[in-house]
């Protein structure tokens, strides 16, 4: 094997790795032979275009150029000559996510403890009941952003907020695992696939001694699950601190609803409710209008309803007869089509009260379909005062107070349709062909197409 030498203004960047490479005075870089000094060429970023042309210019001449046997070389100790900014950014991605210690949060939350107190002070507020949502709105006023994505706006948050959550070190001080499931790569979530099948085992044993003494029955006390949910795949990890594909989700949830299935399953509520959200009760934030009285004392109640650029307004009477007039006329006048007559019926069909009210409605705006929707949406918002709060819930699940947020489209110029792309036949356009003034060669200009509804 021939070795041969380059200098080190030459060669930037280059490792000596090679336990037959040697050093010379004058010299800084050894590559042992033409071949692994043209590999560990391409390793280097900044120096590699310069390695490339000495290897081009001296690689022919290599064995006279310095010219030495490898057994007569002394051996010297490898030196990093100069660390490339591509190999240290490699190194950085694969080190992996920077890992945060508990003594680096505690530093980060007493820090945000001076901080809030500082920052009360300068809004003169008190420190003890500066909230986060003061924070917040101290943040937006002391430093106003423009910027459209929320996230680069600045922000003052808790650092348990700020800083992901990271499983614990789980093996000891001689690299023994705590865990007997560490092999599986998510010991978490195996270990509740255990938990959980552990617990339908202990109900099918408790079922088994009901039997043995003649009590069992199926009908015992269920979980009332009314108004919750399962947890989302997104909050199964926040709870297990690991990530989990879709699959592993789906056989969590069945696994699950195994054991809700089973007829002891109250004996673990407990359990079972850890993995269960309740919802929010969304009627709440409808506001229901109070009922009017006429000098009549008849109830009645008044409420409005838009869809696309369509309002309308409604008033609904109790103790009626089924009439319904709609902008002084019978809505069989203004809704000829019977599909707009079903959406005006739709809501008192739903709560069973048919032919109960009268109603007295106007609207202006858009097409009929539209007015039809504001209408039946004026309804519904108003039927909410002479229901009861569980027929409030039950229209609300039926979608009949949610106002449709769909809009008109604009449409595009010399288009056919607010969807449809310009795919114009040719046969749709006309060939026109026109003079310029007097020129001295006459020619006439190219010819110019125009579609036949552009010039109509």
Avoid at 106 to 132: S, Y
Avoid at 287 to 309: C, H, M, N, W
Avoid at 328 to 346: A, I, S, T, V
Wanted: one cysteine or more; aromatic letters at 10%; charged letters at 25%.
């Amino acid at each position: 094997m021939w070795n041969f030498f380059v200098p080190l203004q030459c060669a930037k960047g280059i490792f000596v790795s090679d336990e037959r490479s040697c050093l010379l005075p004058g010299c800084d870089v050894v590559f042992t032979s033409c071949k692994s000094a043209s590999r560990r060429a391409n390793m280097a970023a900044s120096g590699c275009r310069g390695v490339r042309s000495i290897l081009w210019k001296y690689g022919s001449c290599g064995k006279n150029f310095c010219v030495s046997r490898s057994k007569t070389v002394p051996q010297l100790p490898v030196r990093q000559i100069c660390v490339s900014s591509s190999l240290w950014k490699k190194n950085l991605a694969a080190a992996g996510p920077q890992k945060f210690t508990q003594e680096f949060i505690d530093k980060q939350v007493e820090e945000f403890e001076v901080g809030k107190r500082h920052l009360a002070n300068m809004m003169g507020e008190d420190p003890e009941t500066f909230t986060q949502e003061d924070i917040d709105r101290s943040i937006a006023y002391l430093f106003p952003s423009g910027l459209f994505e929320k996230r680069a706006r600045p922000v003052m948050k808790h650092p348990d907020e700020i800083f992901p959550k990271q499983t614990a070190i789980q093996w000891d001080a001689e690299g023994r695992p705590f865990h007997f499931l560490f092999y599986t790569g998510r010991q978490s979530y195996y270990s509740l696939l255990h938990d959980v099948y552990e617990k339908i085992l202990a109900i099918e044993r408790h079922q088994d001694k009901m039997r043995n003494k003649g009590l069992f029955t199926s009908e015992t006390k269920q979980i009332l699950l009314t108004g919750s949910r399962w947890l989302l795949k997104e909050e199964i990890e926040e709870y297990l601190v690991e990530n989990i594909s879709d699959h592993d989700y789906v056989r969590l949830i069945q696994l699950m609803e195994k054991l809700l299935s089973m007829p002891y399953c109250s004996l673990e509520e407990e359990f079972i409710l850890k993995f269960r959200k309740q919802l929010e009760a969304q009627s709440s934030k409808h506001e229901i209008p109070a009922l009017q009285y006429d000098p009549q004392g008849v109830a009645f109640s008044v409420a409005d309803g838009r869809r696309k650029t369509a309002k309308a307004s409604i008033t609904l009477r109790d103790s009626g007869s089924g009439n319904i007039t709609i902008n002084g006329r019978n809505y069989l006048h203004c809704f000829p089509l019977l599909q707009d007559r079903e959406q005006l019926m739709f809501p008192l069909h739903f709560v069973g009260m048919l032919g109960r009210f009268d109603i007295e409605g106007s609207v202006e705006g858009s097409g009929h379909s539209a007015q039809a929707g504001a209408l039946r949406l004026a309804i519904s918002r108003a039927l909410l005062s002479f229901v009861s709060e569980g027929e409030v819930e039950r229209i609300r699940q039926a979608g009949l107070l949610t106002a449709d947020p769909r809009i008109r489209e604009r449409k595009e110029q010399y288009s056919t349709g607010t969807l449809r792309d310009d795919t114009t036949p040719l046969s749709h356009w006309i060939i026109v062909l026109y003079k310029q003034p007097y020129l001295a060669d006459h020619k006439h200009k190219p010819a110019l197409l125009l579609p036949i509804n552009y010039i109509s």
